[in-house]
């Protein structure tokens, strides 16, 4: 067997490495067209189609803007608070902790931001609900106690800031109303 030296075997090994690097290059930019060819059907589909809809969201700013308030709002008083913005989805786009806000306050804003959002309505307002309607208490992610406001636009919900650890719900959302209130200037 004729042995192969070490310089043929370097530049087969190069020659090889070259290969699948330029292989590998071909097909990344083979996906990397413009986003007309590449994009997914569902992506270029027809923005007038029945089917879909578009929804409005707060801006990182905004909620920040919205949260700030809130929570300047409390400092006034003298209130140690955690401030809440949830998306439409409920999910948390901003959470203030407060100097000195209790450790149960940031789950709690959360929750009241959810809860507001999800109803279109202050929780004050649900809280009644629940001698009507008991079992609205077991729907997870929520929390039926004052201090979250829905933010609207166009009459649909879009955001909810909660608000909590003040010693009264009341309290708590007079400041989450500030911040929608930020929100309307």
Do not use: C
């Not at 090994?13 to 996906?31: D, E, F, I, N, Y």
């Not at 450790?103 to 999800?118: D, G, L, M």
Request: no cysteine.
């Amino acid at each position: 067997m004729k042995r192969i030296s070490p310089r043929t075997r370097l530049l087969t090994g190069g020659a090889l490495a070259a290969a699948v690097a330029l292989g590998t290059v071909g097909a990344v930019s083979a996906h990397a067209g413009s986003p007309e060819r590449s994009a997914p059907a569902a992506v270029r589909a027809d923005a007038q189609n029945r089917d879909l809809f578009q929804t409005s969201h707060l801006t990182i700013d905004a909620a920040t803007e919205a949260a700030r308030a809130a929570l300047d709002a409390a400092e006034q008083e003298g209130q140690r608070v955690t401030v809440a913005v949830v998306d439409r989805n409920g999910n948390t786009i901003v959470t203030l902790r407060g100097d000195g806000a209790g450790p149960q306050s940031y789950e709690s804003a959360e929750r009241k931001a959810y809860t507001a959002v999800s109803w279109n309505a202050p929780t004050s307002e649900l809280a009644k609900r629940l001698q009507s309607a008991p079992n609205l208490k077991d729907i997870p992610g929520t929390l039926f106690l004052a201090g979250g406001a829905p933010v609207t636009a166009k009459g649909a919900p879009v955001a909810g800031i909660g608000v909590a650890g003040a010693p009264s719900g009341d309290l708590d959302e007079k400041f989450a109303r500030a911040g929608v209130a930020a929100l309307n200037d």
